[in-house]
C-alpha cells in the first residue's frame, strides 16, 4: 500500500515563498519519478514538476521555471517543492504524484496520489 502525504501549504503574499513536502510510505522502492500537480478553482489539473527518482533529472512547466525547484531525499522517501516569488496565480491545491513508469509527465501515467494541499498567494 502506498502512501503520499502532503503538507507545507498555506496563505502567503505575492513574492513570498512556501516549501511544499510530499512524504511517501509503502512500496516506495517501485518509483520512478515522483512529480506535483496543481489544481485552480475552476480549471483542471495541470502538471507542475517532476523528479526522477534514479536520475534526479527535473521537469518543469513554463510558468514556474526559475521559481519553484523540486526535489528529493531518498533516505526519507520524501519530495519537496520550494516555491519562491510566488503570484496570485499560483493559487491552487497542491497535489503529489508517484509513478514506477517513464511515459510522459501527464496525469494518467501517474499511478499514485496524494490528498492535496492549499496554497493560497494574496495580491
Known amino acids: 500500500q502506498v502512501q503520499l502525504v502532503e503538507s507545507g501549504g498555506g496563505l502567503v503574499q505575492a513574492g513570498g515563498s512556501l516549501r511544499l513536502s510530499c512524504a511517501a510510505s509503502g512500496r516506495t522502492a517501485s518509483f520512478s519519478v515522483m512529480g506535483w500537480f496543481r489544481q485552480a478553482p475552476g480549471k483542471g489539473r495541470e502538471f507542475v514538476a517532476s523528479?526522477?527518482?534514479?536520475?534526479?533529472?527535473?521537469l518543469y512547466t513554463d510558468s514556474v521555471k526559475g521559481r519553484f525547484t523540486i526535489s528529493r531525499d531518498n533516505a526519507k522517501s520524501t519530495v519537496y517543492l520550494q516555491m519562491n516569488s510566488l503570484k496570485p496565480e499560483d493559487t491552487a491545491i497542491y497535489y503529489c504524484?508517484?509513478?514506477?513508469?517513464?511515459?510522459?509527465?501527464?496525469?494518467?501515467?501517474?499511478?499514485?496520489w496524494g490528498q492535496g494541499t492549499q496554497v493560497t498567494v494574496s495580491s
Open positions: 504524484a508517484a509513478k514506477t513508469n517513464l511515459r510522459g509527465a501527464t496525469q494518467s501515467n501517474f499511478g499514485y
Open positions: 523528479i526522477n527518482w534514479s536520475t534526479d533529472s527535473t
